[in-house]
Nanobody
């Protein structure tokens, strides 16, 4: 079982930046994929970005050009750099890890963007 813990959320003004971190309990280069999702209360969880074991990345349309997913294998950590934040980016952001047999989720970190 993989454990992941998110951090780095907070309150930021529109146009600002935040970097989220996701620390995994296992070597992330052995995982198929790690991703970021977000959820607003009352809405479904929404995919933001993911990074595969190969290092390839994919982004939701709203994240392209503003968000960057990256990883540090030595620290078993995946990051989500978020720039040019908008009030509509306000949500709880979750990290997920796919080891090929199951998806594992963290508790989430709150991101609030004020206008």
């Amino acid at each position: 079982q993989v454990h992941v813990v998110e951090s780095g959320g907070g309150l930021v003004q529109a146009g600002g930046s935040l970097r989220l971190s996701c620390a995994a309990s296992e070597n992330i280069f052995t995982l198929n994929l790690m991703g970021w999702y977000r959820q607003v209360p009352g809405n479904q969880r929404e995919w933001v970005a993911h990074i595969r074991s190969s290092g390839s990345t994919s982004y939701a349309d709203f994240a392209k050009g503003r968000f960057t997913i990256s990883r540090d294998n030595a620290k078993n950590t995946v990051y989500l750099q978020m720039n040019s934040l908008k009030p509509e980016d306000t949500a709880v952001y979750y990290c997920s890890a796919d080891d090929g047999t199951a998806d594992y989720w963290g508790q989430g970190t709150q991101v609030t963007v004020s206008s």
